[in-house]
């Protein structure tokens, strides 16, 4: 049987009357907050960049909080929210809490003020693959593409943590597990927070 979860709701009242709303709603519209939970993919990443250009629409300079739990997911998705959420003038401050792994740590980084909680983690590693078949040239094409996008992602690290790419491509070859004080460290994260 699979447990039922509610989405807490709040009570709101008004000239009509009471109503309830998610608290997701009010945390939005309010504070200005989005969250990256859960495994990174299509669907998430659509509902976040539609989340993030209508906060840019409403108010281009006004920061933006992304919390992030998350183990990662698309690349291509992932890379998707990134160049929104770098193309849109609102500073994007990212919090860490629970894990921020994979892609969920890249978007973690690229906050322009990256705080964590006390006993977040964030973990970065090469992108991974499965599933690759075919014929040989397939199969070639397949690993020169696999090899241009672990590129990408040590650019991109890089960037954001100042470290050289061959030292971050160095970092990526297994799972690297940082938590706060050791993100902080190694600049993927600004400082550690004990409140929200």
């Known amino acids: 049987m699979i447990p039922y979860l509610m989405t807490p709701s709040i009570i709101k009242e008004t000239s009509e009357g009471t109503t309830y709303c998610p608290i997701q709603d009010e945390l939005f519209n309010k504070y200005r907050s989005v969250e990256v939970t859960g495994e990174i993919t299509r669907e998430s990443v ?9 906060l840019h629409a409403i108010d281009p300079e006004k920061e933006i909080t992304m919390y ?8 291509s ?18 919090v860490c809490m629970g894990m921020a792994a994979s892609m969920g740590a890249l978007l973690f ?46 650019e991109i690290l890089s960037k954001h943590t ?5 030292e971050v491509l160095e970092k990526t070859k297994t799972d690297s597990f940082f938590n706060a004080e050791q993100a902080v460290e190694w600049h993927l994260a600004d400082s550690i927070i004990e409140h929200l």
């Open 46 to 54: 659509y509902s976040l960049i539609l989340q993030l250009r209508y």
């Open 68 to 75: 992030i739990n998350s183990p990662g997911g698309s690349v």
């Open 77 to 94: 998705d992932g890379l998707a929210l990134y160049d929104v959420m770098t193309g849109i003038s609102c500073p994007i401050r990212t």
């Open 109 to 154: 980084a690229a906050g322009y003020q990256r705080e964590m909680l006390p006993h977040a983690q964030v973990m970065i590693h090469d992108p991974l693959t499965s599933g690759i078949s075919g014929s040989a040239l397939s199969v070639e094409d397949a690993s020169r593409r696999l090899m241009e996008t672990r590129r990408t992602i040590a």
């Open 162 to 166: 100042g470290h050289p790419i061959e």
